[in-house]
């Protein structure tokens, strides 16, 4: 018995209604019976053009190929499925021996559904065929290479979670004519993109979410829209091993190399090395490091903060060993600069004063004469000699007491100076470390 499908379409200045008969139960007679549909692939596929046409989709992520900081692009692999209703087909699947049969595209009418930051052509491979159903549902999915604009935000990189959008609507049909619904729960959509995901590269999937934008303009006559936010987070083990290690190794021996004598030159020589080997580790380093002119990376500020502190130090170092190498050159100490360093900031620094070193014995004492070469000579004369010779070798002595005692203040003044300046370094050195770990710990929560 032969099977009738019915066609209705209903258009502004035409309504007609298409009965066609399968002659046999298979596809072929189907094909041959649907053959008047497919000249109206320009009509949108409803009896009623004051009736939108609802679009359900969803995609299914694939891959995460990359993004780029200095264009701020996201590149990602999506699979993208979407489906309609064409109320101009219908069939029974039992007589005409079919439930669903794939056709060209070029046969149907399709709904021009387009990502709004799509910033290059698609370069995945076309699917020229979709699916109908017996119901007159029509099933389309494809392949899409997404290049897409994002906003990014590298402030805390490499700790940095990224949120991008991909918003799907019609460039041709105002609301009155599509409406786009998602066809699965964000939640489906999510698990289904960790389950398929190809890509385990640098970033990591952490979550799809659905908006659907509301309007409450009744005349329909906007573009329905539905956005999806794709929320992905940097994996950054390859940046801590790489670039944070290191750089907390340097200054945790530039931190050390405080425990080397002051005066000696070796320690200047070993900061100036370090120095110039941190600096030849950035310039290697740097093309792991993005490129953006939007904010600064917290990661720049800790480089420049590590290369900060050393060259601190090194000017630390260059101070007090001028300090101890020109203390026997230098005027005696100021009384109220002793007071203030070497008991004030000496008390605070742990470091108590040096006691004074005993007055050594003078030498060149007057050494007696021979009797016999001066008994020529007149008593008042000699005297007066003695008493000169005398006199003469105590102000030597005392120069001698003097010049030793104001080189010890200087040295004990450099010394409780780098004892300041180490502790201050290290206050510096931790709260600022403290400070760029509870931002990157606080980012990575989010």
Same mark, same amino acid.
């Given at each position: 018995?032969?099977? &009738?499908?019915?066609?209705?379409?209903?258009? $502004? /200045?035409?309504?007609?209604?298409?009965?066609?008969?399968?002659?046999?139960?298979?596809?072929?007679?189907?094909?041959? /019976?649907?053959?008047?549909?497919?000249?109206?692939?320009?009509?949108? !596929?409803?009896?009623?053009?004051?009736?939108?046409?609802?679009?359900?989709?969803?995609?299914?992520?694939?891959?995460?190929?990359?993004?780029?900081?200095?264009?701020?692009?996201?590149?990602?692999?999506?699979?993208?499925?979407?489906?309609?209703?064409?109320?101009?087909?219908?069939?029974?699947?039992?007589?005409?021996?079919?439930?669903?049969?794939?056709?060209?595209?070029?046969?149907? @009418?399709?709904?021009?559904?387009?990502?709004?930051?799509?910033?290059?052509?698609?370069?995945?491979?076309?699917?020229?065929?979709?699916?109908?159903?017996?119901?007159?549902?029509?099933?389309?999915?494809?392949?899409?290479?997404?290049?897409?604009?994002?906003?990014?935000?590298?402030?805390?990189?490499?700790?940095?979670?990224?949120?991008?959008?991909?918003?799907?609507?019609?460039?041709?049909?105002?609301?009155?004519?599509?409406?786009?619904?998602?066809?699965?729960?964000?939640?489906?959509?999510?698990?289904?993109?960790?389950?398929?995901?190809?890509?385990?590269?640098?970033?990591?999937? &952490?979550?799809?979410?659905?908006?659907?934008?509301?309007?409450?303009?009744?005349?329909?006559?906007?573009?329905?829209?539905?956005?999806?936010?794709?929320?992905?987070?940097?994996?950054?083990?390859?940046?801590?091993?790489?670039?944070?290690?290191?750089?907390?190794?340097?200054?945790?021996?530039?931190?050390?190399?405080?425990?080397?004598?002051?005066?000696?030159?070796?320690?200047?020589?070993?900061?100036?090395?370090?120095?110039?080997?941190?600096?030849?580790?950035? &310039?290697?380093?740097?093309?792991?490091?993005?490129?953006?002119?939007?904010?600064? $990376?917290?990661?720049?500020?800790?480089?420049?903060?590590?290369?900060?502190?050393?060259?601190?130090?090194?000017?630390?170092?260059?101070?007090?060993?001028?300090?101890?190498?020109?203390?026997?050159?230098? !005027?005696?100490?100021?009384?109220?600069?002793?007071?203030?360093?070497?008991?004030? &900031?000496?008390?605070?620094?742990?470091?108590?004063?040096?006691?004074?070193?005993?007055?050594?014995?003078?030498?060149?004492?007057?050494? $007696?004469?021979?009797?016999?070469?001066? /008994?020529?000579?007149?008593?008042?004369?000699?005297?007066?000699?003695?008493?000169?010779?005398?006199?003469?070798?105590?102000?030597?002595?005392?120069?001698?007491?003097?010049?030793?005692?104001?080189?010890?203040?200087?040295?004990?003044?450099?010394?409780?100076?780098?004892?300041?300046?180490?502790?201050?370094?290290?206050?510096?050195?931790?709260?600022?470390?403290?400070?760029?770990?509870?931002? @990157?710990?606080?980012?990575?929560?989010?």
């Amino acid at each position: 018995m032969p099977t &009738l499908i019915l066609f209705i379409i209903s258009m $502004p /200045a035409l309504c007609c209604t298409y009965k066609v008969n399968c002659s046999n139960p298979d596809q072929p007679s189907l094909l041959q /019976a649907l053959t008047p549909v497919f000249n109206l692939n320009s009509v949108r !596929p409803v009896f009623d053009t004051n009736s939108p046409t609802d679009i359900y989709m969803y995609f299914t992520l694939y891959g995460i190929l990359g993004v780029d900081e200095k264009a701020q692009l996201l590149t990602t692999y999506i699979w993208l499925h979407y489906w309609w209703m064409n109320e101009f087909i219908s069939w029974d699947p039992i007589q005409c021996g079919a439930d669903k049969i794939t056709l060209p595209k070029e046969k149907f @009418w399709l709904p021009d559904i387009v990502i709004n930051e799509f910033m290059e052509e698609n370069k995945a491979p076309t699917v020229p065929y979709v699916g109908l159903y017996s119901d007159g549902t029509i099933h389309d999915s494809l392949p899409v290479k997404v290049v897409s604009s994002c906003n990014l935000n590298i402030y805390t990189f490499p700790f940095d979670i990224q949120n991008c959008s991909m918003t799907f609507n019609s460039y041709i049909y105002y609301a009155m004519d599509i409406k786009i619904f998602s066809g699965r729960s964000a939640e489906l959509i999510t698990e289904l993109s960790k389950t398929v995901m190809t890509t385990k590269g640098e970033w990591e999937l &952490l979550d799809i979410t659905v908006l659907k934008e509301e309007n409450n303009d009744t005349s329909g006559l906007y573009t329905d829209k539905l956005q999806y936010d794709i929320t992905v987070r940097r994996r950054s083990t390859m940046y801590v091993v790489n670039l944070l290690l290191p750089s907390c190794f340097l200054i945790t021996v530039d931190l050390f190399s405080f425990l080397l004598p002051p005066q000696s030159t070796d320690r200047s020589s070993f900061k100036m090395t370090l120095i110039l080997g941190y600096t030849v580790f950035l &310039l290697l380093m740097n093309d792991l490091l993005p490129v953006t002119g939007n904010s600064i $990376p917290l990661i720049n500020v800790f480089f420049t903060l590590c290369l900060a502190l050393m060259v601190a130090s090194l000017l630390e170092t260059i101070l007090i060993t001028n300090l101890l190498c020109c203390s026997a050159d230098l !005027p005696p100490v100021p009384g109220w600069f002793k007071v203030l360093v070497l008991k004030i &900031l000496g008390f605070l620094v742990c470091m108590p004063r040096k006691k004074k070193r005993k007055s050594e014995p003078m030498t060149g004492t007057l050494v $007696p004469k021979d009797p016999a070469d001066t /008994a020529v000579e007149d008593k008042a004369l000699q005297e007066l000699q003695c008493v000169s010779e005398v006199l003469q070798a105590i102000r030597a002595q005392v120069e001698r007491q003097k010049e030793g005692q104001s080189s010890e203040d200087w040295l004990q003044v450099g010394f409780v100076i780098d004892r300041l300046l180490f502790g201050i370094y290290i206050i510096s050195l931790s709260v600022s470390f403290i400070t760029i770990i509870l931002l @990157w710990v606080k980012a990575y929560k989010i």
